[in-house]
């Protein structure tokens, strides 16, 4: 007979059916934002089946990141902007947060904007009212809901992502040429390609991901008080962290098969019929309708309203964890509202300020552009630093980086580096 309390036994049973479904999926899924899903869009438009490689090449750098990311929040309890906070100078602790903030806000709106736009195609109405109604549906949402609830809502959100891989089953795909495209990596020089291929890069691979999924790591621990941090519990590392690279890593590959099934559908369709422009989601979406019918046309349209629903949580959450991390503030969604004031405060000012963006005379494709910028720069000294932070023994205990997660995450740190730098040549050019 079990000596175990009988809920500690049916927590267990819960998450071995629910392992998958962690952090790891809602960041994967959050992903393909709005503003994700124009520029796969772009891509598979202009392009055709010419960058659909990337979605295999970036498969393992953004899953060693999250992993890293995900294994800092759950060894050591605090998120990265805690853990800046503590071991780290207060400048470069503000100058990451400020970026990150200002780079989610602005996404944040556009993603609003996309959302509202795609909801006007389905049903017409008015696009500022569906703005403030989005923006007000995620915050109120977010500050109030239970965090379980919450979470189990997100997770229930990615399933919007299928909408996407369903467009296939509209289109005639030659998958022999699909999957040669996909393995075999077609680089050119030509200007356009690079800067598709840094926006590729730039709106895969994003800081506020990394944010995310350390916190959310953190919430979990806040849940689960019978498992500490690992710092604290070590016995527990082995099946934690293989809970970890599972979710991860299934989270990522889900992330990045819808990603491909985009630019599949947009290269076998737009491409295909001589439509290489594609500014936002939505245009996408109604660049659809008469090329591959009401379904691909709804499908699309819907998953850009659930994979928004998703996303703006996710940019306003990571702004607000790390803002209220780096001012030494509690934080965590399983916090109720008065416990967490700073923290909640700011989900709401960055929604707040996202409805704004959309108001405002600021142009959304260009403030998309700024967007990707400066989380492209960003990146970098955030991955140098997530680095730095999951190898030293003073934070991560006996729990540093294993030998393939330290290779693995500096290679990708390096290869960031230079698509920032070609971001940065493309921009001056």
Known sequence: MSDRPQDEIALIKKRSLLGLAGPGLITGAADDDPSGIATYSQAGAQFGLGLAWTMLFTFPLLAFIQE???????????????????????????????????????????????????????LGGIGHVYVIAFGLFCAV?????????????????????????????????????VLLNTVVPTPSLDRDYIVALVAVFGTTIAPYLIFWQASEEVDE????????????????AAGELKRIRLDTYSGIGFSNLI???IIITTALTLNANGITTIETAAQAAEA?????GPFAFTAFAAGIIGTGLLA????????????????????????????????????????LIGVVIHFSPIDPIRALFWSAVINGVLSVPILAVTMIIATQPRIMGGLVLPA?????GWISTVILAIVVVGMLAMSLA
């Open 68 to 122: 890293i990311s995900a294994r800092i929040g759950r060894t050591t309890g605090q998120g990265i902007a805690a853990n800046l906070r503590d071991f780290y100078p207060r400048p470069l602790l503000f100058a990451t947060v400020g970026l990150l903030t200002i780079a989610n806000t602005i996404n944040l709106g556009a993603d609003l904007g996309a959302m509202a736009e795609a909801l006007k195609l389905l």
């Open 141 to 177: 949402v977010q500050i109030y809901v239970p965090y379980g609830r919450y979470v189990t809502f997100l997770k229930w959100l990615t399933l919007s992502l299928l909408a996407y891989a369903a467009t296939l089953l509209v289109v005639e795909v030659p998958w022999a040429t």
């Open 221 to 236: 621990i806040a849940l689960r008080p019978a498992s500490p941090a690992l710092v604290f519990a070590p016995d527990q």
């Open 259 to 261: 990603g491909l099934s």
């Open 288 to 292: 659809l309708r008469p090329i591959a």
């Open 312 to 351: 703006v949580p996710v940019l306003a959450g990571s702004s607000a964890y790390a803002i209220a991390e780096s001012l030494g503030q509690p934080v965590g969604l399983g916090r109720k509202p008065r416990e967490a004031v700073t923290f909640y405060g700011m989900i709401a000012a960055s929604t």
């Open 404 to 408: 393939y997660l330290r290779w693995g």
